[in-house]
């Protein structure tokens, strides 16, 4: 037996096929005019979930550039900043210089000394420093707190830490965008690096001390290495001409290097000074096996019971180095001795001026790799981008060939629905008798 459609379900069922036919065509429609494949998640949910995912990560990618672009800003006005304080301590050391001219009266070296404090001033002001929205460069995590305060003249306070702030420039990337500026500005070794020479304040004679060479890193560097002695002079005027003789004593053991007793403090001493030789601290001719490493020279005349030190480089800043510079300049020089230790004071601020200079520029070096990290993170967060984007316009914009191809067939399909409904609800055994 046939089954039997009755006229009500077909009539239904061409107004069901119609709706979908419209339904599908105006999801097509709207593909083509919004050019989105994807508009709600019921469209394609798997892309839409993918769509989700890649504009959230390209949202976070924007916000690295953003925290990149701060990062850059502020370690452009430290590199900046550094720069400066460069500058400013060339000047002192152009008139560390100056102030070497034999002919340059009291007076003359009181006028470099009011350059100095300027300078000072200068150095004191770039070491709080700010990056424009009231955050301190060199104040390590302590964005918020004043570095450097002077508590009295060559005496100046740190008050940041030792951190670093650091901003996220990429999923696994934070760059530090401040410093401890008492690394910059405060420990700085003294001398030549490794070691300080220094004459002693109550020296009588004309002697003047260079600053010395490790020429021998390993051996100045061992774990024996007392790294502190004197060199002692003894000038025996009974001769014509007079004769000096020197003795290097190690100070920690109090023992002289040259016989390895106990050290005398009166000559004569076995070894003979002679102006700007190079005094060894190793063993020559029949004295006890040592030998540290390092040499320096000493010029001029030592006087009787004179004395020398050579002690492992200590830290210093820059502040006390001006300091004591600007004191040495304000000094009534009317003696041979006192002309002399004005050499020796001026050779010492030199050493440790070019000492803040190289470590101000290591800073500086070290700023300018971290711009340049930031740059190359940049460049790489801004190809992920395009990325991101090329990605979502793949899974959500509409392929406009496909679409018009979709468009065209769901219009016929859909005429087609409307003329075989039209021809169905006409059916009637009566038009047939």
């Not at 005496?155 to 401040?178: C, E, F, K, M, N």
């Not at 001390?209 to 560097?221: E, F, M, Q, R, S």
């Not at 190793?282 to 001029?300: K, L």
């Amino acid at each position: 037996m046939g089954i039997r459609i009755s006229t009500n379900t077909l009539f239904e069922q061409g107004v069901g096929t119609i709706i979908d036919r419209q339904r599908s065509l105006l999801d097509v429609q709207q593909q083509v005019s919004t050019g989105r494949r994807v508009g709600t998640p019921s469209d394609d949910p798997i892309a839409a979930g993918r769509i989700l995912d890649l504009s959230q990560a390209k949202s976070a990618t924007q916000q690295f550039v953003e925290n990149a672009g701060a990062a850059s800003s502020s370690l452009a006005l430290g590199e900046q900043s550094l720069q400066s304080v460069i500058r400013s301590l060339q000047d002192v050391r152009s008139t560390i210089v100056s102030a070497g001219n034999g002919t340059l009266g009291d007076s003359g070296r009181a006028i470099l000394a009011r350059e100095l404090r300027g300078n000072y001033q200068e150095l004191l002001s770039l070491a709080n420093a700010t990056d424009g929205q009231g955050g301190y460069l060199f104040s390590g995590y302590r964005g918020q707190t004043q570095p450097f305060s002077e508590i009295a003249p060559g005496t100046v306070q740190y008050s940041g830490d030792q951190g670093q702030r650091l901003l996220q420039i990429s999923p696994s990337r934070y760059v530090p965008i401040s410093d401890a500026g008492s690394e910059i500005f405060q420990r700085i070794r003294t001398g030549n690096g490794d070691f300080a020479a220094a004459a002693a304040a109550a020296n009588s004679g004309t002697g003047t001390i260079g600053i010395g060479a490790v020429t021998d890193p390993a051996t100045w560097n061992a774990a024996g290495n007392p790294s502190d002695f004197t060199i002692r002079f003894d000038v025996n005027s009974a001769t014509n001409p007079a004769t000096t003789t020197y003795d290097l004593v190690d100070n920690v053991s109090g023992n002289s290097l040259l016989t390895g007793a106990a050290a005398s403090a009166t000559g004569p001493y076995l070894r003979t000074f002679t102006a700007g030789s190079a005094i060894n601290l190793r063993s020559q001719g029949t004295e006890p096996a040592f030998d540290y490493g390092a040499t320096v020279t000493i010029n001029g005349s030592p006087g009787d019971a004179d004395t020398f030190t050579l002690r492992q480089s200590p830290t210093q800043s820059m502040f006390t180095t001006v300091n004591a510079l600007i004191n040495a300049l304000t000094t009534t020089i009317s003696t041979p001795a006192q002309s002399a230790k004005l050499t020796n004071d001026l050779g010492t601020a030199l050493a440790n001026i070019d000492q803040a200079i190289n470590r101000a520029l290591d800073v500086q070096t070290a700023i300018g790799a971290r711009m340049k990290e930031v740059d190359a993170t940049v460049a790489t967060n801004s190809d992920l981008a395009v990325q991101f984007d090329a990605s979502v316009s793949e899974l959500r914009d509409v392929d406009y060939a496909q679409a018009i191809s979709d468009l065209t067939l769901q219009k016929t399909l859909l005429e087609a629905a409307q003329k075989s409904f039209v021809q169905t609800q006409n059916l009637s055994l009566f038009n047939l008798l």
